[in-house]
């Protein structure tokens, strides 16, 4: 829990120190928190839902993406090692403020029925598929999309967590516990665990990208049905 | 026999999504060797494929939780 302050902090310091004194010439810092906005602007957000709604979600996005790298993150720093999001809370968290917003947004935009006939019953699709077709858009729209954005991120940094700590403590094993011919097996562990410590960092980053870009994409589909 | 089922289960579980995976970036890697001024939008939507395949990898991993 504490974890999650600390990260949650550690968001607010790292924005409010880049906007405070924002030079037009940027320094150092700042280029670095621009590149990030930029990024999400731009290869996220204006990529997937075009100009204008591009611009209005912006924001929404890179905070989602900001706040998931920071949470993820914590994961690898080491005297933190729990990452914020690897108990099911702040996933499902972010998951359903991802739900609200999309339906929120097209209720506001296409009206009750408008949404549901836009969601449930895709143009272009010969009459009699609907059957077929209507539960399983149903199932996905309400039950799915929050359901796979939770486990995804859930269950990406468990594991992680599972197979840094897995390979630190083989390795405290072999050093500490293990019969003489054994100990060298010790430094394959700690490779191991060295090279998983840089595929976690990897992990958070893709994490965090993958869930933003879920998020504009699920936007993009119940706003513009017929794209 | 001893054991647990469920890691048996895991390891069926991971085929489908081991298969999935291979295929969706064998051919995203041959699309940009075909037309690499596409790169960019097929990195995206690679990133976007990889997200809903993995799922079904990690509900093998979290199936236990829900089911102990």
């Known amino acids: 829990m ?3 302050f600390i990260a949650a902090a550690a968001v607010l310091l790292v924005i409010v120190l880049a906007a405070r004194r924002a030079k037009l010439v940027p320094g150092r810092f700042q280029v670095v928190v621009e590149l990030v906005l930029d990024f999400c602007r731009r290869q996220i957000a204006i990529e997937t839902l075009g100009e204008k709604l591009g611009n ?5 996005i890179t905070t989602i993406f900001f706040s998931i790298f920071f949470f993820n993150i914590t994961g690898v720093i080491p005297f933190l090692n729990v990452a914020g999001t690897s108990v099911i809370g702040l996933p499902l968290i ?3 403020w991802v739900f ?3 339906v929120g947004a097209a209720v506001k935009k296409l009206g009750v029925g408008g949404f549901l006939k836009g969601a449930l019953f895709p143009a272009g699709v010969p009459k009699g598929l609907y059957i077929l077709l209507t539960p399983v858009e149903f199932l996905q729209v309400f039950l799915l999309r929050p359901a796979t954005l939770t486990i995804r991120l859930f269950a990406n940094m468990m594991a992680g967590h599972l197979l ?3 390979c630190f403590s083989a390795t405290s094993f072999f050093f500490f516990s293990a019969a003489n011919g054994m100990k060298i097996l010790g430094v394959v562990t700690l490779a191991g665990g060295f090279a998983f410590f840089l595929l976690e960092i990897f992990v958070a980053a893709l994490q965090a990208y993958v869930f933003a870009i879920l998020t504009a994409v699920y936007l993009q589909m119940v706003l513009e049905p017929d794209h | 026999m001893t054991g647990n089922l469920a890691v048996i289960g895991y390891g069926l579980a991971a085929i489908g999504p081991g298969i999935g995976l291979g295929i969706l970036f064998g051919k995203t890697i041959e699309s940009m060797a075909r037309q690499p001024e596409m790169s960019g939008q097929l990195r995206s939507t690679m990133f976007i494929g990889l997200a809903f395949i993995e799922v ?6 979290v199936t236990p939780f829900i089911f102990p």
Do not use: T
């Open chain 1, 94 to 96: 972010f998951a359903l």
């Open chain 1, 56 to 60: 209005k979600y912006a924001p929404i």
């Open chain 1, 2 to 4: 504490i974890v999650r």
């Open chain 2, 56 to 61: 079904f990898g990690l509900l093998g991993l």
């Open chain 1, 164 to 166: 840094l700590a897995l």
């Open chain 1, 100 to 102: 609200f917003l999309y």
